[in-house]
């Protein structure tokens, strides 16, 4: 039976600079037999077939496909394309440079429970002009909080040997 695998999404946007006018696809194929992999990318669509697994190394073998048209046209000419044994990385070029975000990756205004946004990716429309922050820039929690210290003392146990 066939699957959809993870496709995980994330964009930039510029109307002056082509280079920031992408699409982040990231699709999840773990131990992708690499011989099997297929698609095909258009300036409408992409469809994806592939193989995952090896029976030989007792990993289950599962089919996966999805096929998708795009809320508006890419260029494929100038997209990349990287694969690796987790997953094919993708970087599509938008036709069109507007500074607006697509409101979604599909064309079909249909939910897509294989379809994620990549929040590792992700800048906010507002912020893609300025530089990210680092990941771990105060993004802890608990920062700033002083820590708890330790057990406290024994105290008042001064007529047993070694305890205090």
């Known amino acids: 039976m066939t699957q959809h695998p993870e496709v995980l999404w994330a964009q930039r946007s510029s109307e002056t600079n082509e280079e920031k006018n992408v699409l982040y696809v990231t699709v999840n194929l773990p131990d992708i037999q690499e011989s099997t992999l297929v698609y095909d990318l258009t300036p409408t669509s992409i469809s994806v077939k592939a193989k995952s697994g090896d029976a030989s190394k007792g990993l289950q ?6 096929n998708l ?14 694969l690796t044994t987790r997953s094919f990385y993708l970087v599509l070029r938008k036709k069109e440079h507007k500074a607006e975000y697509w409101p ?60 205090g």
């Open 104 to 163: 979604r990756l599909t064309k079909d205004k249909v939910k897509n429970a294989f379809i994620k946004t990549d929040f590792s990716k992700w800048v906010d429309e507002d912020e893609q002009d300025g530089v990210a922050a680092p990941i771990d820039d105060d993004m802890d929690p608990m920062g700033g909080m002083g820590g708890m210290g330790g057990m406290g003392g024994m105290g008042g146990m001064g007529g047993m040997p070694g305890m």
């Open 69 to 82: 048209e795009f809320f508006a046209d890419v260029v494929p000419e100038l997209s990349t394309k990287k």
């Open 61 to 66: 073998e599962k089919d996966f496909a999805f």
